[in-house]
């Protein structure tokens, strides 16, 4: 026999106070919202430990924090006076969830069923309501909290730049602005995400790259190159506004890598912002002054402008690139008098078209070689090769064989094997005639043997330009002539900024050279300048062979030391797996059943 339960207070006032927090109006106090290692946990203090019968009622309030927060623990606080805890882990949660009609979405976080769908306007609603908490987060300093309620609004609107703008500045401002995030104790969790980004982008699914980097950047928001993976795949999501911010906090954070200007500064022009886009160009030629195509975009971005501003690009025709002063006024009968119902003349006036006006600017000038080569850069924008190639030709005899206008001839003449090389692969992927898999090699070979030529004539003119040397080298790896490779590759590994590349592509010279010892030299100097977040491939590229060359000249130890590197970061690289538990005797594979 059960006793007899004590009667309540009757005091309405009193009942107020003894009202069991499961029972009352107001939720319970969020004391601490922490996030480590892809778990969100949501502390939530209670003035009383909840009773037997009415804990379920309770876990349901925390079931709702839950879900408005994205997290997926729950730890509620006993009141002071008592050591114990109560903690719900997601098994826990997950079964009185579905009890209480409630599920888990993909990121294990509880969400009601009726959830609103990608494109279910109602999205925007419910981002406004957690960015309403999360400013009001701000105010307390409550950056933990702020962090969850931005994510929550970036994933339910990923498109919206001015969410991940405040999610990156409360990250920061969680750290205390110290540029490195959580330092050395998160190196180890952003390996294993940098991991799973390669992974994503390999397989192209730039949503998942979206998610990882994000996770990420909550570890490290400083990381230049988790930042320019969100950029990539923003661009590919066609989200401009948000891979604008992501490049540009990228060029912040690593203001010496020409790859994030550069891929910067084409969102720019995707954009339509110019001038924004050959400021950012500038800067890459003030960090490679050799690099000639940074300075081609520059004037390439200037005659953009002019021309978006014209509205040629749009246009199909001269009547639509009228402005809107032209559209509203009225014609009157003298205006179709003089056209008689069709254009007067196939002339254009002044402005009307960029390809005209450099015409007439020719006809004017017949002497003047930029107007030659500005009209060549406008052909070779909108991708007519011929008449680029046409135009150039004619520049070259007027400027006396100019070298400079020579090597832009050479360029679009590169472009047009190229192109017709893409044009052969379309058509290849369509039917399975060998004879034109065969024109298809022929033209890469043409191709291959064409770039020897122009680099080897440019090696001579630029000297001193390292990169030029790296990629004839590379070139000529390509048709295995490794004794002309090797000396362009050693001086070019004299650059610093091609230093790791050239030690490896010089390594595997002496590998296919049957020069082993030398191969492993290299090859040790390489490993050592290849970072994994800088350049992926190389990095996983570089530990193999130097593994492979370790396997055949009998160091066993050393080679599964770099097998292991590979691994850390790609488990299904080339045969790497393979080979390392052929060294280990196969016991790895038996080892967990």
Not at 167 to 183: C, I, M, V
Not at 280 to 293: A, N, S
Not at 568 to 576: A, H, I, L, P, Q
Request: net charge positive.
């Amino acid at each position: 026999m059960l006793p007899p339960v004590p009667q309540k207070a009757t005091d309405p006032a009193r009942r107020s106070r003894n009202r069991h927090p499961a029972q009352s109006r107001d939720p319970p106090d969020v004391v601490q919202c922490i996030t480590e290692g892809g778990m969100t946990t949501l502390s939530i203090a209670c003035p009383r430990s909840p009773p037997g019968r009415a804990s379920f009622a309770f876990r349901g309030r925390i079931l709702i924090f839950l879900r408005i927060c994205g997290a997926t623990r729950g730890v509620a606080h006993c009141p002071s006076g008592f050591q114990s805890m109560k903690t719900w882990g997601r098994g826990a949660i997950e079964s009185r969830a579905s009890a209480a009609g409630l599920g888990f979405d993909k990121d294990h976080a509880v969400s009601d069923d009726k959830k609103p769908s990608a494109g279910d306007p109602s999205r925007n609603k419910w981002a406004a309501d957690n960015y309403r908490r999360g400013v009001e987060a701000i105010e307390k300093k409550n950056w933990d909290l702020a962090i969850e309620m931005f994510t929550t609004c970036c994933k339910l609107v990923t498109d919206n730049v001015v969410y991940r703008q405040l999610l990156r500045q409360t990250t920061r401002k969680k750290y205390n602005d110290n540029g490195t995030g959580a330092g050395m104790f998160g190196k180890a969790k952003l390996m294993g995400i940098r991991s799973r980004v390669s992974t994503a982008k390999k397989k192209a699914d730039w949503a998942e790259v979206d998610r990882v980097t994000e996770e990420g950047l909550l570890i490290n928001p400083w990381d230049a190159h988790l930042l320019a993976d969100l950029g990539e795949a923003h661009v590919h999501l066609k989200s401009l506004d948000v891979a604008k911010e992501a490049y540009r906090l990228a060029c912040m954070s690593d203001k010496t890598n020409k790859d994030f200007h550069r891929h910067l500064a084409e969102v720019l022009k995707d954009k339509a912002e110019f001038d924004e886009a050959a400021k950012v160009w500038e800067q890459v030629y003030k960090l490679d002054p050799l690099d000639g195509d940074a300075r081609s975009q520059i004037a390439s971005m200037h005659a953009l402008k002019t021309t978006h501003k014209g509205g040629y690009d749009a246009a199909e025709s001269t009547r639509d690139v009228a402005t809107d002063t032209d559209k509203d006024k009225k014609r009157t009968a003298y205006d179709d008098y003089q056209t008689g119902g069709m254009t007067q003349s196939k002339g254009l006036a002044p402005g009307e078209s960029m390809e005209n006006d450099l015409r007439q600017a020719i006809r004017k000038e017949p002497e003047n070689v930029a107007n030659y080569t500005k009209l060549a850069s406008y052909f070779r924008k909108n991708k007519k090769l011929e008449d680029a190639y046409e135009t150039l030709s004619t520049a070259l005899q007027v400027s006396g064989n100019s070298a400079d206008v020579r090597e832009l001839l050479e360029d679009v003449e590169l472009d047009r094997m190229k192109f017709n090389i893409d044009l052969g692969k379309e058509k290849a992927s369509r039917t399975n005639d060998p004879k034109i898999r065969e024109n298809l090699a022929a033209l890469a070979q043409e191709l291959l043997k064409r770039e020897i030529e122009i680099l080897s004539a440019r090696v001579e003119r630029y000297p001193q330009d390292m990169s030029r040397k790296y990629e004839l080298a590379i070139r000529f790896m390509r048709v295995q002539k490794w004794v002309q490779a090797i000396p362009l590759l050693q001086r070019a590994g004299q650059d610093p900024r091609l230093k790791g590349k050239a030690l490896l592509a010089l390594g595997r010279c002496f590998i296919y050279d049957k020069k082993l010892p030398l191969a492993r030299g290299q090859l040790e100097r390489a490993v050592p300048e290849l970072e994994f977040n800088v350049d992926p491939e190389a990095y996983k590229e570089g530990h193999y062979w130097l593994g492979r060359v370790l396997e055949e000249l009998g160091d066993r130890a050393g080679a599964e030391t770099h097998y292991g590197d590979v691994l850390v970061v790609d488990y299904e690289y080339k045969d790497t797996r393979d080979r390392l538990e052929k060294l280990q005797g196969g016991a790895s594979a038996n080892a967990i059943e």
